[in-house]
Antibody, heavy 120, light 107 residues
Framework: EVQLLDSGGGLVQPGGSLRLSCEAS????????MSWVRQAPGKGLEWVSG????????YYADSVKGRFTISRDNSKNMLYLQMHSLTAEDTAIYYC?????????????WGQGTLVTVSS | DVVMTQSPASLAVSLGERATINCKSS??????LAWYQQKPGQPPKLLIY???ARESGVPDRFSGSGSGTDFTLTISSLKAEDVAVYYC?????????FGPGTRVDIK
């Protein structure tokens, strides 16, 4: 059974940093592109970043480019999102999501999400 | 970026009646289009992918159609458990984008 366990969220001050983690199980992690998708309170879904199976290729939304870094450790079946220079606009539930296969495939599994709150 | 729009923003349908949600992309997305259902406090759940392929375990009252720029999600006979927000999503080009969502309620 595919499982994605998001963690690492919390309260952080504006300008601060946070690292999110996603522990994957139930599938061959290195074979799949993974992404982060966020949802601000009461709002819609926004794709944030994606990473290829090997980790060699990364992709970002303009809203986070230069501030967020996606990475993965295939030996540990872990996905990460390092976030810097956080602002109130980054407040959201962050979901890790597994692609069906390559980059241009849909998300077939989602984590439960981890809440990031940026506030002083 | 491909901008996704959905209509209506919300709709209320009687139990057993049909619900239709439309999704339009600002440029062609081919058939790289998925639909998700989201209930309060839960992550999105995949319903439809490749515009019309139903995910395993999804009831056959859910169907998708369309290609290019115009897509439709149809719930043929609404059940109480279908109350949710529905999102379309294009995965044709990066940045991947979602529609703003359509809230479905019972009339």
């Amino acid at each position: 059974e595919v499982q994605l366990l998001d963690s690492g969220g919390g309260l952080v001050q504006p300008g601060g940093s946070l690292r999110l983690s996603c522990e994957a199980s139930g599938f061959t992690f290195s074979n799949y592109v993974m992404s982060w998708v966020r949802q601000a309170p009461g709002k819609g879904l926004e794709w944030v970043s994606g990473v290829s199976g090997t980790g060699a290729n990364t992709y970002y939304a303009d809203s986070v480019k230069g501030r967020f870094t996606i990475s993965r450790d295939n030996s540990k079946n872990m996905l990460y999102l390092q976030m810097h220079s956080l602002t109130a606009e980054d407040t959201a539930i962050y979901y890790c999501a597994k692609h069906l296969g390559g980059l241009n495939t849909h998300f077939d599994y989602w984590g439960q999400g981890t809440l990031v709150t940026v506030s002083s | 970026d491909v901008v996704m729009t959905q209509s209506p923003a919300s709709l209320a349908v009687s139990l057993g009646e049909r619900a239709t949600i439309n999704c339009k992309s600002s440029s062609s997305s081919g058939n790289y289009l998925a639909w998700y259902q989201q209930k309060p406090g839960q992550p999105p759940k995949l319903l439809i992918y490749w515009a019309s392929a139903r995910e395993s375990g999804v009831p056959d009252r859910f169907s998708g159609s369309g290609s290019g720029t115009d897509f439709t999600l149809t719930i043929s006979s609404l059940k109480a458990e279908d109350v949710a927000v529905y999102y379309c999503h294009q995965y044709y080009s990066v940045p991947f984008t979602f529609g703003p969502g359509t809230r479905v309620d019972i009339k």
